[in-house]
């Protein structure tokens, strides 16, 4: 791998533990009544499309459910 390859790949791992803590403290939020439910969905809505956006495309499986 090239420098640039792996500068890339460190930041996306980097983005990806971000998201990692976002979701549990979401998930802290939730369990606290800090926030309700369709705020939560929201939010979690949000972090997947975060999630998705920093993913190397062929890392990602989408399924339907």
Known sequence: ATASE?????TEALRLVCVTRQRAALNAMRRAG?????????????????????????AVR???G
């Open 34 to 58: 800090a926030i309700g439910d369709d705020v939560f969905q929201e939010l979690q809505q949000e972090l997947d499309w975060t999630q998705l956006a920093n993913s190397r495309h062929d």
């Open 6 to 10: 792996d500068e890339a790949a460190g």
């Open 62 to 64: 989408l399924e339907e």
